[in-house]
């Protein structure tokens, strides 16, 4: 027995010439992409380091949150002896 909650899946069928239009769209992306590559290579930028950026970035957000969770738990204590409120927080810790 098939359930009423579930939808027909639907089926995009493209023609020719869209195919070619979005092959054509994505190779235009391509070089696109490839020449901030070469702009960035040519600033100095080195591929190797993408990894550490995005270790450091990640580092960054895990510290972030840690300090919103702080200051929520730091709210909610205040808020409930009736000391301030977020906007004040946020103004005394910076």
């Given at each position: 027995m098939k359930s009423n909650n579930e939808s027909?899946?639907?089926?995009?069928?493209?023609t020719a010439e869209e195919v070619k239009e979005?092959?054509?769209l994505l190779e235009k992306r391509n070089q696109e992409i490839d020449l901030e590559?070469?702009?960035?290579?040519?600033q100095g930028f080195k591929v190797e380091e993408l990894q550490w950026h995005i270790d450091k970035l990640h580092e960054y957000n895990e510290i972030k949150d840690a300090a919103q969770c702080i200051i929520r738990s730091t709210c909610l204590v205040r808020w409930r002896d009736n000391?301030?409120?977020?906007?004040?927080?946020?103004?005394?810790?910076?």
């Amino acid at each position: 027995m098939k359930s009423n909650n579930e939808s027909p899946k639907q089926t995009s069928v493209l023609t020719a010439e869209e195919v070619k239009e979005r092959i054509s769209l994505l190779e235009k992306r391509n070089q696109e992409i490839d020449l901030e590559i070469e702009l960035l290579q040519s600033q100095g930028f080195k591929v190797e380091e993408l990894q550490w950026h995005i270790d450091k970035l990640h580092e960054y957000n895990e510290i972030k949150d840690a300090a919103q969770c702080i200051i929520r738990s730091t709210c909610l204590v205040r808020w409930r002896d009736n000391q301030g409120s977020t906007r004040k927080i946020r103004f005394e810790y910076g």
